[in-house]
């Protein structure tokens, strides 16, 4: 139902560059980084900068919540200026960032800086929403170097999903202090070993400590028969994990299946 | 003697020829070291929804398509990024029970949407997400309702009152 709707105003475009920092650092040691925010709007804008905590499901969703509520808060650890500035048409600003590697406490540390964008003079509204932007930038700090992760893959499950698809789900699980980067990509063969389906789980990070699951959902449209699904997963480590698990289509019920793994280079 | 003169001059021209290639034809390699970006285009910074008699009847009204608020977002970072959305007006003049949200904004590979009407909240909610690179600029459209119609009164004099609230879009990457 369309309703009487007036005429929209156009708006804010902004970019934040990176939307992501990883630091290690000694305890004690400081660190410090840049972040460019730019205004390519045709209209001024105002720009404030504040520290946000954020959690991740074991299904990849962020989740922020507000800073120093989390046990790996980076709140107290982190500072930035300005926390608030102007930006005219077409023109950037830099946000300096100081990060410190405690001690003790948590091995690794998260958080985004938020840099809310609005219109330095705002649009006129009468019955309904005005919208403004916000940009992130994902912090990690952490005291454990990029060659100590620990992922461990726990499983990999084949189900039916509907009538004409399949699911293929694998789950990690980060045994480390170090946060980590999932990356994979997943193939289905038949008893011939040709390849019938190709995909790709996507990137994701795994945080210390947490589970992740990354999810595959392809049509099916197999003929019947034996299958093999190959998972091919880079984790950051030196080398490749492979796992692999087998299935009948149709698939008479939904059934976890044993996960074999392999190093590959 | 001549012909050694020439042996010589070819010797040298032998000689000589690798050097001036080499000097002429070196390599570089040029490297980009590249990082993660995002960007984010409000195309509709503000809506104004207009109830007539048929939706005070629905007791709703809503902007949905084109008359909603389009958010356009691009990246390369390669695990995606999230479009969350929120109100954190300190009074929101339109109650944020009232006020829904959705998209009809399929949601990018390994991500997900918000595909039926859901009360804005203070607090972020991912609105869209995608798992992997966006590298044009992709249009989420927000389908705005605004309910309870009849907890909203006219001005003390006739004429509309306005009610707005800000919503602010935000990006964000893992």
């Known amino acids: 139902m369309m309703a009487a709707v007036h005429g929209a105003h156009a708006g804010i475009v902004a970019q934040v560059a990176p939307v992501r920092y990883s630091v290690t650092a000694t305890p004690g040691e400081s660190a410090t980084r840049d972040i460019l925010l730019s205004n390519q709007g045709a209209d001024p804008v105002v720009v404030r900068v504040r520290l ?16 120093g509520s989390t046990a790996n808060s980076l709140a107290g650890k ?22 410190r590697m405690p001690a003790d406490g948590p091995a690794t540390l998260w958080g985004v800086l938020l840099s809310e964008v609005r219109p330095a003079v705002p649009k006129p509204a009468r019955f309904g929403p005005r919208a403004i932007a916000e940009l992130g930038t994902t ?29 293929v789900t694998l789950r990690v699980r980060n045994a480390g202090e170090r946060h980590f980067y999932v990356a994979g990509d997943v193939a289905v063969a038949d008893s011939n070993r040709t390849v019938v389906r190709m995909g790709s789980f996507g990137n994701g990070v795994v945080l210390p400590g947490g ?17 093999l699904v190959t998972a091919t997963l880079d984790t950051g480590e030196p080398e490749l994990t492979v796992g692999e698990a087998s299935f009948t289509w149709p698939m008479p019920a939904a059934a976890t299946l044993p996960l074999a793994e392999d190093p590959l280079r | 003697m001549a012909r050694n ?3 010589g001059t070819l010797l040298m021209s032998a000689l000589l020829a690798p050097l001036a290639n080499a000097a002429t034809s070196g390599t570089s390699n040029v490297t980009l070291a590249a990082s993660a970006v995002a960007l984010i285009q409000i195309d509709d910074a503000a809506i104004t929804l207009t109830p007539n008699a048929t939706d005070y009847g629905n007791d709703y009204v809503e902007a949905t398509g084109a008359a909603g608020i389009d958010v356009e977002v691009k990246t390369n970072s390669t695990g995606g990024l999230a479009l969350q959305v929120r109100c954190a007006d300190a009074s929101p003049q339109i109650a944020l ?35 992997a690179v966006q590298h044009t600029f992709l249009v989420v459209s927000t389908d705005v309702r605004v309910q309870n ?5 006219d001005a003390a004099g006739g004429g509309t009152t306005s009610y707005t609230n800000t919503l602010t879009y935000t990006v964000v990457a893992q």
Not at chain 1, 211 to 227: D, M
Not at chain 2, 149 to 153: C, E, M, Q, S
Request: proline share 6%; aromatic share 8%; glycine share 10%.
């Open chain 1, 139 to 167: 912090l990690y700090l952490t005291r454990v170097p990029a060659e100590r992760i620990r992922p461990e893959v726990l499983g990999l499950d084949v189900r039916p999903a509907g009538t004409d698809s399949i699911s």
């Open chain 1, 78 to 99: 982190v500072e930035f200026e300005p926390s608030e500035f102007s930006l005219g048409a077409g023109e950037s600003g830099h946000i300096k960032v100081s990060l």
């Open chain 2, 97 to 131: 029970a009232d006020l829904l949200v959705r998209t009809a904004t399929a949601p990018g590979a390994g991500g997900s949407s918000i595909g039926t009407y859901t009360a804005i909240t203070a607090a972020n909610q991912n609105l869209w997400t995608t798992g």
């Open chain 2, 5 to 7: 003169v020439i042996l």
């Open chain 1, 52 to 67: 946000s905590d954020w959690m991740l499901s074991e299904a990849g969703q962020m989740n922020l919540v507000p800073a």
């Open chain 1, 211 to 227: 589970i992740r699951y990354f999810q595959w959902t392809s049509l099916a449209g197999l003929v019947p028969g034996h299958y």
């Open chain 2, 149 to 153: 119609l009849i907890n909203y009164n």
